[in-house]
């Protein structure tokens, strides 16, 4: 099988690019009063970067899981959408996706 020809940087790369750069050379040069939205604004483009690069994958497993699903089945319907959620976070608040309660 031949080599696979990926066009680089990939989405996630640059997001991830855009986001070192609001960070680590605007954040520092911003007045104060700036320097938050400069934060929020990495943040947001790490987000798109895990969305573009995990978002696919967590799509096609979270049909998988509703369809599979049997009506009426509320136990299984708890467990599904707990992955479901999970994956979710895991783009949106890594971290907070292996959480197990109190």
Known sequence: MGAV???????????????????DTLLPALPADLQHRARVGANLARILGREVEFGPAAATREKELL???????????WQAL?????????IAKPGYDS???E
Do not use: F, H, I, Y
Not at 82 to 90: G, H, I, S
């Open 67 to 77: 369809e599979a699903v049997p009506a009426g089945d509320e136990e299984a319907l």
């Open 5 to 23: 020809v990926q066009n680089r940087p990939t989405a996630a790369e640059l997001l991830e690019s855009l986001a070192e750069l609001l960070e």
């Open 99 to 101: 959480w197990e309660g």
């Open 82 to 90: 707990t992955e479901v959620v999970r994956a979710d976070l895991a």
